[in-house]
């Protein structure tokens, strides 16, 4: 998948919202204490990804600063915030 078909992909098709509400069992757990990793197309990996809501998730995801990534992954869940 080429990049514009991701940049498309997430900021037009992709559910923050019901993505959100699974991942914070429909808000009863910290958002911001569910870890994520992206993966990038350079195969590069980022850890412990943390958002405080699925209206931050969108912004870090269809920024023009990074590329979008290729992958993201669901971790753990933390009693604090994961980058801890």
């Known amino acids: ?3 514009d078909d991701l940049r ?3 900021q037009l098709l992709y559910p923050y919202e019901t ?7 429909n808000g ?3 958002f911001a204490h569910r870890e994520l ?4 197309e350079n195969e ?3 850890r412990y990804v943390k958002f405080q809501s699925a209206v931050d998730m969108k912004k870090r995801m ?5 590329d979008p990534p290729r992958k993201v992954d669901a971790g753990a869940i933390w009693t604090g915030p994961p980058s801890k």
Not at 62 to 66: A, C, H, I, L, Q
């Open 37 to 40: 990793s992206f993966e990038y």
């Open 62 to 66: 269809t920024s023009n600063d990074d």
């Open 19 to 25: 993505i959100y509400n699974w991942l914070s069992y």
């Open 28 to 30: 009863t757990l910290t």
């Open 1 to 3: 998948m080429s990049m």
């Open 8 to 10: 498309y992909y997430y």
């Open 44 to 46: 590069s990996v980022q």
